[in-house]
């Protein structure tokens, strides 16, 4: 069965170094998404990614933030400046429609922040 | 803004008992309700879903009844078994391209 694909699973990072969060969707897919879940709180959307740009993005999809999709497969998160809060756990989504179609996640990227 | 409230946020149950989790959503556009089931340590992933034109869908020991006037939903697992014991989140889709989770609800089985 297709799966979602993210790299690295665990990211430790200094505060201020910038990181980047890979992803590879289901091939067939045309919709992406990042979302993240701090430790023990919900999953929350940064934001969605459709024909080649940002189709929405939450409060938290700030300027340090940004997504790419620099080849026909791999779709990547970019923060440029991490802060300590914003470790949390990254899942990356694709969905062959928007609204009320499944979106399938990744296993996700632990980022630390230190 | 969009909101979804979810409860019991934990929930213990006897293996073959019956659980029962409900969510309350904000947004009247909502219009589809998945629920996702996640693992300790693993990606949610979906277990059942319904649409706004739909009250009540079942697949085997799980259901999901929705009343969209008072925009309740919840999920009912019958015959609970330990491997149900998860994290499970309600979720509301709409005209947009983001879900909204609930809070979720850690769900014990005890053998």
């Known amino acids: 069965e297709p799966e979602v694909t993210q790299t690295p699973s665990h990211q430790v990072t200094q505060m201020g170094q910038e990181v980047i969060l890979r992803c590879v969707p289901i091939s067939n897919h045309l919709y992406f998404y990042w979302y993240r879940q701090i430790l023990g709180q919900k999953v929350e959307f940064l934001v969605s990614f459709y024909n080649n740009e940002i189709s929405e993005k939450s409060e938290i999809f700030d300027d340090q933030f940004s997504v790419e999709r620099p080849d026909g497969s791999n779709f990547t998160l970019k923060i440029r400046s991490t802060k300590l809060e914003d470790s949390a756990m990254y899942f990356c989504a694709s969905s062959t429609g928007t609204g009320h179609t499944e979106a399938f996640f990744g296993q996700g990227t632990r980022l630390t922040v230190v | 803004g969009e909101n979804v409230e979810q409860h019991p946020s934990t929930l213990s149950v006897q293996e073959g008992d019956s659980a029962v989790i409900k969510c309350t959503y904000s947004?009247?556009?909502?219009?589809?309700f998945p629920w996702y089931k996640q693992e300790l340590g693993k990606r949610p992933q979906l277990i059942i879903d319904i649409r706004s034109n739909v009250g009540e869908k079942k697949d085997q020991r799980i259901a999901v009844t929705l009343n969209k006037t008072a925009k309740h939903f919840s999920l009912h697992i019958t015959e609970t078994q330990p491997e149900d014991s998860a994290v499970y989140f309600c979720v509301t889709g709409g005209n947009t391209d983001k879900l909204i989770f609930g809070t979720g609800t850690r769900l014990q089985v005890f053998p």
């Open positions: 947004d009247s556009a909502s219009n589809y």
